[in-house]
């Protein structure tokens, strides 16, 4: 059973960065899919940024792209998310994904058939 551990998450101000990382356990890491969601309170989950399992592949919502950048470290087992210029809109618990389905099938379907860290909290003052 594949296990994903969110890390990284605290309080910064706006135009402040963080650095996100989900360590992943249980599955072969390199033959699995990788994604970043969010939810902010009230709001319904949002897929935010995905990677393929070689890397050659991402992909990123339009509120995030040119300030977010996915990677991962099939030797470390680890995914990342570096979050540049933050929001206060941005305030929201950060979830990352996990899908040993194909790249395109598995970023249609937003991780539908995924499996889902305990999120880790990232809140954005003004």
């Known amino acids: 059973q594949v296990q994903l551990v969110e890390s990284g998450g605290g309080l910064v101000q706006a135009g402040g960065s963080l650095r996100l990382s989900c360590a992943v356990s249980?599955?072969?890491?390199?033959?699995?899919?990788m994604g970043w969601f969010r939810q902010a309170p009230g709001e319904e989950r949002e897929l935010i940024a995905a990677?393929?399992?070689?890397?050659?592949?991402?992909f990123y919502s339009e509120s995030v792209k040119g300030r977010f950048t996915i990677s991962r470290d099939n030797a470390k087992n680890t995914v990342y998310l570096q979050m540049n210029s933050l929001k206060p809109e941005e305030t929201a618990v950060y979830y990352c994904?996990?899908?040993?389905?194909?790249?395109?099938?598995?970023?249609?379907?937003?991780?539908?058939?995924?499996?889902w860290g305990q999120g880790t909290q990232v809140t954005v003052s003004s």
């Open positions: 990677i393929s399992r070689s890397g050659d592949m991402t």
């Open positions: 249980g599955r072969t890491f390199s033959n699995t899919v």
């Open positions: 994904a996990a899908d040993k389905r194909a790249y395109s099938l598995v970023v249609r379907t937003q991780f539908r058939s995924g499996s």
